[in-house]
Nanobody
Framework: QVQLVESGGGLVQPGGSLELSCAAT????????IAWHRQAPGNQREFVASKAPIGTTYYADSVKGRFTISRDSAKKTMYLQMTSLKPEDTAVYYCYVDKSGSRSWGQGIQVTVSS
């Protein structure tokens, strides 16, 4: 079972930037589907961004143009670069990996956008 550990969350002012990292144990990423999801208080978990093994990326309309998903397979780490942050981006963010049907979630990390 792959273990995923997120880092990089915290408090940021509106308009600011933050980068989330998700480090994995085991050999994954190069041929895995990776994604980020988030869950705000009182809301269901929602899709944020994904990256297929061949490199195709998808973004939720709410973050398109502001967030960037990437991976560094050598470091076994995936990232979510977030810019122009808005208060509505406040949520717990989760990384997700699917390697040939074996699925893993990170524990979640809080991102708060507030002045």
């Amino acid at each position: 079972q792959v273990q995923l550990v997120e880092s990089g969350g915290g408090l940021v002012q509106p308009g600011g930037s933050l980068e989330l990292s998700c480090a994995a144990t085991g050999s994954i990423f190069s041929d895995s589907y990776i994604a980020w999801h988030r869950q705000a208080p009182g809301n269901q978990r929602e899709f944020v961004a994904s990256k297929a093994p061949i490199g195709t990326t998808y973004y939720a309309d709410s973050v398109k143009g502001r967030f960037t998903i990437s991976r560094d397979s050598a470091k076994k780490t995936m990232y979510l670069q977030m810019t122009s942050l808005k208060p509505e981006d406040t949520a717990v963010y989760y990384c997700y990996v699917d390697k040939s049907g074996s699925r893993s979630w990170g524990q979640g990390i809080q991102v708060t956008v507030s002045s």
